[in-house]
Every structure is written in structure tokens, then in C-alpha cells.
């Protein structure tokens, strides 16, 4: 079955930069638009970044915009997303998401700590 499995979270100071890693296993990697979430306690995932298949296209919530820059390696099967001038708000459980542009089939890691704290 297909994982996604996240990785690179902790514990930072705000101002400090984290890099995530999610690595994606039995699937066809470029069928799948990537996306990064965040979610806190009580609150619903909300949409951090994400990337067409391609790695051509881009998007980012505006609270990121301009922080956060999420890539991606097809040979490798994996997305990565740079967090940088980390502030306490983006605390939180990161996870990563692809869906299949064919066929709509959406998965979800596991998900990974990131706690912004001095």
C-alpha cells in the first residue's frame, strides 16, 4: 500500500529554519500532486504549501509566503519543504499529502512535530 512517511520535525527558535522531508513509497510519484498541512490543537489541518506534479507549479498559504519553499524530487520519490524565520505560530503537526491526478486517491503520512519555542 502506498506510505508517505514524514520526517525532520523538532523543536526550534523562533527565527531558526527546519527542514522537512516526506518520502513516498509504492506509488507512481508523479502522478501525485504534493501538499504540506499543518494542524494545531483544536483546529482543523490548514493547507501550508503544496506542488503540481511536475514540480513546475507552486502555492503557498499566505502566512508562509515568502518562509516556507516546498520542492520536490520525482527520481526520488520525495517533497521537501524549507521552513525558515520560524515563528512560534507555525507550531504544529506537519503532514504530507499526495492525490493522484488520474484517479483522485488521497493519502496522508503520519505526521511530524514542529514546535517553534524559545
Known amino acids: 500500500q502506498v506510505q508517505l512517511v514524514e520526517s525532520g520535525g523538532g523543536l526550534v527558535q523562533p527565527g531558526g529554519s527546519l527542514r522537512l522531508s516526506c518520502a513516498a513509497t509504492?506509488?507512481?510519484?508523479?502522478?501525485?500532486?504534493m501538499t504540506w498541512y499543518r494542524q494545531t490543537p483544536g483546529k482543523e489541518r490548514d493547507l501550508v504549501a503544496g506542488i503540481s506534479r511536475s514540480g513546475q507549479n507552486t502555492h503557498y498559504a499566505d502566512s508562509v509566503q515568502g518562509r516556507f519553499t516546498i520542492s520536490r524530487d520525482n527520481a526520488r520519490n520525495t517533497v521537501t519543504l524549507q521552513m525558515n524565520s520560524l515563528k512560534p505560530e507555525d507550531t504544529g503537526v506537519y503532514y504530507c499529502?499526495?492525490?493522484?491526478?488520474?484517479?483522485?486517491?488521497?493519502?496522508w503520512g503520519q505526521g511530524t512535530q514542529v514546535t517553534v519555542s524559545s
Open positions: 509504492r506509488l507512481t510519484f508523479s502522478n501525485y500532486g
Open positions: 499529502s499526495g492525490t493522484d491526478f488520474f484517479t483522485g486517491n488521497n493519502y
